[in-house]
């Protein structure tokens, strides 16, 4: 039978996120957003409130929750700070690969060091030349006896200046293509491995973004993931999994928006009345609220077919693509909506129209989704 409703564990979930972001995120969001600094405070609490790892299973010391719970935390703490969500819930994304394709003793080893402590992972797949088009990555992994020596360099890679452990995804036989991408965890320690300068982004400033180079790594064979050739179903694998967590984080950052936009409109008064009685104002707030509840029941289907052992690589294109659509507009309408007011840096708004375009870039440009989408349907 189908529900909509959501169970009271659920529900508890979503309230225990949401008070955490009342208490922790909001007050210092606009804070961390000048400054562009790590915000180790609220990661600190994030991890012992156990809105971290939340996805990895609970015999390694995570949170044991599914794709759809993940969405539900996702977009409460996108609704306070979209930058301060991508470097908690990152690690969910990164650990995906290792939980997907490691052995039990890598398991072991690499999701019990990370849940047992604060350790962030970066999952390093962009490169400076290699973005949509992951078959063209660059970067080498050359067998060497029981070693690999990898060389290459990796951009734009999340929580690189934070990381304890990078998922890194290399060509171990360039003939073969996308055939030929592997991947390996490394520690950060390892020699060869260096992290660049942080990036001055225009949005999302409070999480942490640099670029990974790697010269002459060389790692034992059993960092490997899986076998040779199993890093791109890796990688496919993980963004079906990761993809609703993007769509519900976008839906969040549009709430907020809406929100905010909302409360203004009742207050401000222009010809007399409060704006959101003129129809303009109101067609613009009402667009905002369906298309939200839309994105979030797209996301709810793609996290739930995955929860359920079926296939979503469309159904997680789909939320993803318009999710991210429907935040980069319903923040525009909400600058629009408060007027000059919006452009300055004083009202929040500005802020989260900054904060929401990167959704459309990362994880698989709104363009790269829609192929996703045609070829899953239509061949």
């Known amino acids: 039978m189908l529900s909509f409703k959501l169970s009271p564990e659920q529900e508890s979930l979503r309230s225990l996120a949401r008070e955490f972001v009342r208490r922790e995120i909001k007050p210092v969001a606009a804070l961390y957003d000048r400054t562009g600094e790590v915000p180790w405070p609220v990661f600190k609490k994030a991890y012992e409130t156990g809105l971290m790892n939340m996805q990895v299973p609970e015999e390694f010391g995570g949170g044991g929750q599914g794709v759809l719970n993940g969405c539900l935390v996702a977009e409460e703490l996108a609704a306070g700070c979209a930058g301060i969500s991508a470097s908690v819930v990152l690690n969910d994304l990164a650990c995906t690969p290792i939980v997907l394709g490691g052995t039990a003793e890598q398991k072991e080893r690499w999701l019990k060091s990370v849940c047992g402590d604060m350790s962030f992972v970066a999952f ?103 076998g040779e050739g ?30 905010y936009a909302l409360e203004y409109a009742r207050t401000r008064e222009q010809f007399g009345v409060p704006i959101i009685q003129h129809q303009a104002i109101s067609f613009l707030l009402a667009d905002m609220q369906k298309d939200i509840d839309a994105a979030r029941l797209l996301t709810w289907r793609a996290a739930w077919l995955t929860d359920t052992g079926e296939r979503n690589s469309g159904e997680a294109a789909m939320a993803k693509a318009f999710a991210a659509d429907v935040a980069m507009r319903v923040t525009t309408d909400a600058v629009q909506i408060f007027g000059g007011y919006g452009y300055s840096r004083e009202y929040p708004v500005e802020k989260l129209m900054r904060d929401a375009k990167i959704l459309q870039i990362y994880e698989g440009t709104a363009q790269i989704q829609r192929l996703l989408i045609a070829k899953t349907f239509y061949g």
Not at 166 to 174: G, H, L, P, Q
Not at 199 to 211: C, F, H, L, N
Not at 230 to 259: C, H, N, Q, W, Y
């Open 230 to 259: 199993d890093g791109f179903r890796l990688i496919m694998r993980t963004f079906d999994k990761s993809r609703p967590g993007v769509a519900a984080a976008a839906v969040g950052l549009a709430r907020a928006a809406m929100e």
């Open 124 to 226: 390093c797949v962009t490169e400076p030349g290699a973005g949509s088009d992951v078959a063209a990555l660059s970067t080498t992994a050359r067998r060497e006896g029981d070693h690999y020596v990898l060389n290459g360099g990796k951009q734009f890679i999340t929580n690189a200046s934070i990381a304890d452990y990078f998922v890194v995804f290399a060509s171990t036989d360039k003939q073969k293509s996308y055939r030929g991408i592997s991947a390996f965890v490394l520690e950060r320690n390892t020699s060869g491995l260096s992290v660049g300068k942080k990036e001055d982004k225009m949005g999302q400033r409070a999480s942490d973004t640099a670029s990974v180079s790697l010269d002459n790594v060389r790692v034992t064979a059993d960092c490997r993931l899986g």
